[in-house]
């Protein structure tokens, strides 16, 4: 079993839609928790960080962790074209540094 | 301020040869991080240097893959001889503090073909 899943789309949205992007996990050891987005020939830029369980939220984007359901989500409202790219969730233990990855969902938003 | 960068941007290699990958980390960040991502997979942890210690290197494949970071500034990652499934995207990261709540910075990566 993978240690973090997520669902690698296609997404396809129309320009001004509410984008939900999902993680699940195993490991009841994560604390902290990550979304990069990715776009195309680029390396992962940091979007939203949390730690442990509730909501953070900056700009268009809201990240959300429910620890008790092991189970991520990432908000985007308003969605623009430029949003277009892929989401990558992860996360790591409290004591360790290593980062374990979903496997990135691709996003379209259609202008 | 500069990112993390990574040298080259892609290399094409033929099964049995070696490649050196390299990274240099933003200035000050005494943690470094290699990952990779094979084709259709997710970005898996290779290893992980502080300065120019080897802090964890669980992640590393196999003894054909040699990371160094000398003086605790830049890294290379050897791969020799490269096998096919070698292939893939290498990310280097780099972050100032120890600890799952320090916040990696990633390069864009380089892309190895092996042939």
């Known amino acids: 079993q993978k240690e973090v899943e997520q669902d690698p789309g296609p997404l396809s949205v129309p320009e001004g839609a509410i984008v939900s992007l999902n993680c699940t996990y195993s490991?009841?050891?994560?604390?902290?928790f990550m979304w990069y987005r990715q776009y195309s020939r680029k390396g992962p830029e940091l979007l939203m960080y949390?730690?442990?369980?509730g909501n953070k939220e900056d700009g268009r984007f809201t990240a959300q962790v429910d620890k008790s359901s092991k189970y991520i989500s990432l908000f985007i409202r308003d969605s623009q074209p430029s949003d277009s790219a892929t989401y990558l969730c992860?996360?790591?233990?409290?004591?360790?540094?290593?980062?374990?990855f979903g496997t990135g969902t691709s996003l379209t938003v259609i202008p | 301020e500069a990112g993390v960068t990574q040298f080259p941007s892609h290399s094409v290699i033929e099964k049995g040869q070696t490649v050196t990958l390299r990274c240099d980390p933003i200035?000050?960040?005494?943690?470094l991080y290699w990952y990779r991502r094979v084709m259709g997979k997710e970005i898996k942890f290779l290893l992980h240097?502080?300065?120019?210690?080897?802090?964890?290197e669980s992640g590393m494949p196999n003894n054909r893959f040699l990371a160094e970071r000398t003086g605790g500034t830049y890294s290379t990652l050897k791969v020799q001889p490269a096998e096919l499934e070698d292939s893939g995207v290498y990310f280097c990261?780099?972050?100032?503090?120890?600890?799952?709540?320090?916040?990696?910075?990633f390069g864009p990566g380089t892309r190895l073909t092996v042939l």
């Open positions: 990261a780099s972050s100032q503090r120890t600890g799952g709540s320090d916040t990696q910075y």
């Open positions: 992860a996360m790591s233990a409290a004591t360790g540094n290593q980062f374990y």
């Open positions: 949390t730690y442990s369980s």
């Open positions: 200035s000050g960040h005494d943690n």
């Open positions: 240097f502080v300065k120019e210690s080897k802090q964890d």
């Open positions: 490991n009841s050891a994560f604390q902290y």
